[in-house]
């Protein structure tokens, strides 16, 4: 049986990787995660009893571990999920993006060129490794244009920054070494299992507990927003499909901004989880979720506007989104809803939704 590591896995899209990964493929998935803070066990809990999982806690910066994790499952593919992703907190501390976003990748690129190299024959040509990166590292639209795979990097936080820095060594790692590296970009993602620091998660659970809906600047910041499932169906179309070398853009091809995307959290929140009905709303003094909003500071280098073409990837490999955004709006509230416990658990002592990044 083939087994494919999954960095990162524990974390919002990874895990969700990782479970269409089991239903989709015969290979044993084994998914290797720091456990940081928006890494948690509690997004693979239902994964546990399927024999072709596996989980280990090990950093990918920890070289020793991720040499003894390879040469124990022997994989096919190794698909990189694992960075720090949030902008605001890059803003706080960007040293620890640039150790696990740059120089961790550079430890596991290492670990599996040597594992590699070591790879003969047809194992050898079967060998991916697959590199999870962000629309960001392209840096800021204006009201028109895409970003293309030929766009050149331009980042604007330290967040975009260390995943443009840990994107250029995959690239080199092929061209140098003729490792067989994919690579793609995604836009703004939405779904099940997502840390509440993110823009959606954060705007539900804010909402359902009655407390303000912080909207950075005038909200009219646009991105293009992408359901996790179909951005995890193109990454295993990827990995099954495209050849070495190669780099895909995955988009959702709707485009909103950030005030329309908490205007329409609003609609579903009310349809699913009636205002009347909530006992959070007794003492507030609105009587309607939109009533919640509140126009903040904006963030510091604040991207205005992020679009993806993804004309390569739906041409070439032939893959296109089954969810629009309104049954997927519909889908992640009732998750969220029906999932308390998960967002009680993931959320630590050091993260109750504060506002980040004010450096």
Known sequence: MTAWIVTGGAGFIGSNFARMALQESDARIVVLDALTYAGNVQSLRDLTTNPRFHFVEADIRDR???????????????????AESHVDRSIDGPAEFVN?????????????????????GAEQERFRYL???????????????????D????????????????????RAYHHTYGMPTLMT???????????????IPLMILNALEAKPLPIYGDGQNIRDWLYVEDHCS???????????????????????????????????????????????FANAEVDRYEGLKTFVDDRPGHDRRYAIDDTRLREELGWNPSMDLARGMERTVAWYLSHKEWCEAVQSGSYRRERLGLS
């Not at 430890?107 to 590699?116: D, G, T, V």
């Not at 990166?133 to 800021?140: I, P, R």
């Not at 995604?186 to 993110?198: A, H, M, T, V, W």
């Open 100 to 120: 696990t976003n740059v120089l961790g990748t550079l430890q596991l690129l290492e670990a599996s060129r040597a594992h590699w190299s070591a790879l003969a």
């Open 64 to 82: 020793e571990a991720v040499d003894a994790v390879l040469a124990e499952h022997r994989p096919e593919c190794v698909i990189n999920f694992a």
């Open 185 to 199: 970009h995604c836009s703004n993602n939405y779904g099940p299992y997502q840390f509440p620091e993110k823009l």
């Open 151 to 170: 766009t050149p990097f331009a980042p604007n936080s330290p967040y975009s920054a260390s995943k443009a820095g840990g994107d250029h060594l995959v």
């Open 234 to 280: 193109a990454l295993l179309r990827v990995l099954t499909a495209a050849a070495p070398g190669t780099h895909y853009n995955i988009g959702g091809r709707a485009e909103h901004t950030n005030l329309e995307i908490i205007d329409r959290l609003c609609e579903a929140l009310e349809a699913a989880a009636p205002v009347a009905g909530n006992p959070a």
């Open 131 to 149: 590199q999870i990166s962000t629309d960001e590292v392209y840096g800021s639209l204006g009201p028109e244009g895409l970003f293309r795979e």
